[in-house]
């Protein structure tokens, strides 16, 4: 069935936070009160650590409380300094956790498809000073692990993942964070499962989380015992409380996306300069964003229009990730942010459109946000150039 496009009564934003009962909250809340511990790592932040390392099918992993400082914290762990090679296709925290630590963030062109960072073209970044590569698998779709662990190990280099997007992905029944050296997590409300604010670093050893514990509470090792210049980068208990109530709507919410973005591919089937993302065999999606890409030419008017348009229509899209971090005026003088270095992450940043996606949308919804899309191709709204065709 064909719906023309009509307004929706109120405005349907991108994502909604997945909220748990509020009875159940405070049941929860109760326990925590009732225990007068509400933070530095207690009960709650120790059966989240458990839930969470199950969950993510990891060998170790420390909660923290986002995800900016985790990645902080494992930079600093890891000891990176000079240049780190990543991608401009991502948020602004990738390359500013760098930043911070005085590391220079070179970054390094996309896969078309994957919008992953190029295995391919990530040799020739490589210079004396380079000390790890920090990939970022974008949306959930994994990275190209094993091409660039092979690189790394090649060149002697560290590799630390933002899987900020991958909270729940598996790659041949393997957790996503037990490739390269470290992972981030990021449970910020946005994300598919979260703590409100919060993140989390999982690694293979023992040795390298007590190190990550360390920097996480000011390097303090005990009473009398300071053993570097760590951070303030602790989880409370009533972020790891609404964690674990989180974590009991997690599969319910995942199928009801599931379906969702089911109903998304079959309405946006056959619309010309409509990519959907790619569907991957091998790997467990955690239906976290939908993200299409729209060809202006083919779809005969540009993302920026589609966007524009579609808030006449009370759908709130967003155009993740423009503008790149490349262009950011932070990093925009570095040479590794030219476009001539960056051809494919110039063009996918100008095609990708994130669709709305949460439990809460029915799958009617879907279809009238995607027969408002239809309503809108061949409007011939492009870009200077081509605009008067
Ligand atoms: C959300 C996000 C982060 C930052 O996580 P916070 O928990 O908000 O600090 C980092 N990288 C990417 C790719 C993200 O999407």
């Not at 936070?17 to 159940?24: A, W």
């Not at 994994?142 to 630390?160: N, T």
């Not at 933002?162 to 449970?187: L, P, R, Y």
């Not at 293979?204 to 015992?225: H, P, Q, V, Y």
């Amino acid at each position: 069935m064909r719906f023309g496009p009509t307004k929706f009564p109120e405005p349907v934003l991108v994502t909604r936070p997945l909220l748990p009962n509020l009875d159940s909250v405070q049941r929860k809340l109760a326990e925590v009160w009732d225990s007068r511990w509400i933070t530095n790592h207690g009960r709650q932040h120790t059966l989240l650590e458990e839930r969470l390392t199950q969950f993510l099918k990891v060998g170790q992993l420390s909660l923290f409380n986002n995800g900016t400082v985790a990645l902080l914290a494992a930079c600093k762990a890891l000891g990176l300094s000079g240049e780190v090679i990543t991608t401009p296709f991502t948020f602004a925290a990738t390359p500013h956790v760098l930043n911070w630590c005085r590391i220079t963030p070179v970054f390094c062109d996309i896969d078309p498809i994957s919008m992953n960072l190029n295995p391919h073209k990530l040799e020739s970044q490589i210079t004396p000073t380079t000390t790890a590569i920090m990939p970022v698998h974008v949306f959930g779709v994994p990275c190209d692990v094993a091409a660039i662990q092979a690189v790394a190990d090649r060149h002697g280099l560290k590799v630390v993942y933002d899987a900020a997007h991958a909270c729940g992905i598996e790659v041949n029944g393997e957790g996503i964070g037990t490739f390269g050296d470290v992972s981030m997590f990021s449970f910020h409300a946005t994300k598919l499962f979260h703590t409100v604010e919060g993140g989390a670093l999982v690694c293979k050893d023992a040795i390298s989380k007590t190190e990550f514990d360390l920097i996480r509470n000011f390097g303090i090792k005990n009473e009398e015992e300071v053993l570097m210049p760590g951070i303030n980068g602790k989880m409370n208990e009533i972020q790891a409380a609404i964690g674990l109530l989180v974590l009991d709507d997690l599969a319910e919410e995942h199928a009801k996306r599931g379906a969702l973005i089911a109903a998304y591919r079959e309405a946006l089937e056959g619309i010309p300069g409509i990519t959907c993302p790619p569907v991957l065999p091998n790997v467990k999606s955690n239906n976290q964003y939908f993200v299409i890409r729209i060809d202006a030419e083919r779809f005969g008017c540009s993302r920026d229009y589609v966007c524009e348009e579609f808030k006449k229509y009370n759908v709130f899209t967003r155009k993740y990730f423009y503008p790149l971090c490349s262009q950011f005026s932070c990093y925009a003088d570095l040479p590794s942010a030219s476009q001539e270095n960056l051809p494919v992450a110039t063009r996918v940043a100008e095609e990708v459109l994130s669709l709305p996606l949460y439990g809460g949308l029915s799958v009617n919804d879907v279809q009238k946000i995607v027969a408002i899309l239809r309503s809108f191709a061949g409007q011939k709204n492009l870009p200077n150039a081509v605009a008067g065709c």
